[in-house]
């Protein structure tokens, strides 16, 4: 007999559903089209309190951080895996202006408890992480084939209704909400990323001026991200993408900024697509005309902070019937006159 709930889409996104459902005891099967598009395969994971040129605090980061992190280190537990990595930022100044937005958001205690010490040249965000989102999809994939929980297969998700009670869509860049709430809540944006052969960098340690170097493993570090708008809108573009010589420049320049004259080699490159709404919120909860379709998506560039505190939402919902928060209920985007 089919689960009640079927999950579709094992990203970040359906996994951390999947297994806080698990934890919880909730039946559930999840069926994947396969990583080859997932963004959650070539995202870097950074979980970094304080971002942005206005340097500001992550949305909701001081309740986020620790409920994710309790997450990510169970599954390490579990899973008997490193997922997790404690990391400091090196943030470096652009100019004179965010040497001033420093000081000043510093001195109002703003940026408290991560914005640290200060110099000349940059100041230190601490109680940053990095989160190895494409070994967890991995191993929850592996683990839940193993069960037989897992179908690798791609899914029409009302068709699917006809088999289960709840058909939750955490289907990423693929299908950005679908039926009631329409694309016109999502915005998609191509993002690249360098992976590059460099000696001596400190392993806990993210450099960080408008793009970043991060250390991943002895001799590698990932150097992104690239942020372009648009061009990924239709299932043909976003098969058609590839790695550009636009983007690998781009972030070549920064890197050996950052590496300040330390020589490196560029070993890969990779593509994939984010996914934001319109209000740069994530989407959870039920489709308001057919309430059986639910929803998990639009985790923008920060899905690793933002992932666990949805499946926490979506676990509240069914046990409890609690509503989802309002700043993340995909209600607010519905469309007139769609299904
Ligand atoms: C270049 C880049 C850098 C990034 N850096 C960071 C970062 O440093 N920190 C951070 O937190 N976030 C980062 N992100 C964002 C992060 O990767 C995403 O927020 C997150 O991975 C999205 O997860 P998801 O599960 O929603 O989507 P995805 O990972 O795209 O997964 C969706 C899955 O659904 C499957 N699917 C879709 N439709 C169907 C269907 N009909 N049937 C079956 N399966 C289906 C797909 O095959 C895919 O496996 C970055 C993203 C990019 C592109």
């Known amino acids: 007999m089919p689960a009640p709930i079927l999950i579709v889409g094992q990203g970040l996104a359906?996994?951390?559903?999947?297994?806080?459902?698990?934890?919880?005891?909730?039946?559930f099967e999840i069926?994947?089209?396969?990583?080859?598009?997932?963004a959650s395969r070539v995202g870097a994971g950074i979980i970094?309190?304080?971002?942005?040129?206005r340097i500001v605090k992550s949305r909701g980061v001081d309740a986020l951080l620790p409920r994710a992190l309790v997450v990510y280190r169970t599954m390490e537990t579990q899973w008997g895996?490193?997922?997790?990595?404690?990391?400091?930022?090196?943030?470096?100044?652009k100019d004179e202006r965010e040497r001033r937005v420093l000081a000043e958001k510093k001195a109002s205690g703003e940026l408290a408890p991560y914005a640290g010490a200060a110099d000349a040249d940059g100041f230190w965000i601490e109680s940053a992480a990095r989160i190895d989102t494409a070994a967890l999809i991995t191993?929850?994939?592996?683990?839940?084939?193993?069960?037989?929980?897992?179908?690798?297969?791609?899914?029409?998700?009302?068709?699917?209704?006809?088999?289960?009670?709840?058909?939750?869509?955490?289907?990423g860049a693929e299908d950005c909400g679908g039926l009631a709430w329409g694309d016109a809540a999502c915005e998609r944006a191509v993002?690249?990323?360098?992976?590059?052969?460099?000696?001596?960098?400190?392993?806990?340690?993210?450099?960080?001026?408008?793009?970043?170097?991060?250390?991943?493993?002895?001799?590698?570090?990932?150097?992104?991200?690239?942020?372009?708008?648009?061009?990924?809108?239709?299932?043909?573009?976003r098969a058609a993408l590839r790695p550009t010589g636009d983007a690998r420049r781009e972030l070549e320049r920064s890197a050996a900024d950052l590496l300040a004259g330390r020589t490196f080699t560029v070993a890969a490159q990779e593509i994939g697509v984010r996914v934001a709404s319109a209000d740069r919120f994530p989407l959870a909860g039920r489709n308001p005309r057919e309430?059986?379709?639910?929803?998990?998506?639009?985790?923008?560039?920060?899905?690793?902070?933002?992932?666990?505190?949805?499946?926490h939402q979506w676990l509240n919902h069914l046990t409890e019937g609690v509503p989802f928060s309002a700043e993340v209920d995909a209600a607010r985007f519905r469309k007139p006159g769609a299904v």
């Open 139 to 171: 191993e929850a994939r592996r683990r839940w084939l193993a069960a037989g929980r897992l179908r690798e297969e791609r899914v029409d998700p009302v068709a699917a209704l006809a088999r289960h009670d709840l058909v939750i869509l955490c289907t």
């Open 48 to 53: 970094n309190p304080i971002t942005g040129q």
């Open 191 to 237: 993002g690249e990323i360098l992976t590059l052969a460099v000696d001596g960098l400190a392993p806990d340690v993210l450099l960080n001026r408008g793009h970043w170097v991060l250390p991943t493993e002895p001799r590698r570090a990932k150097a992104g991200a690239t942020y372009v708008r648009g061009g990924a809108d239709s299932t043909a573009a």
């Open 291 to 311: 309430p059986r379709l639910g929803i998990f998506n639009a985790l923008g560039s920060k899905g690793a902070l933002l992932a666990p505190w949805l499946a």
């Open 14 to 27: 359906g996994t951390v559903l999947a297994w806080t459902f698990e934890q919880a005891g909730i039946d």
């Open 81 to 93: 895996m490193p997922l997790v990595r404690p990391m400091r930022v090196r943030r470096l100044f």
């Open 31 to 38: 069926a994947d089209a396969g990583h080859a598009g997932a």
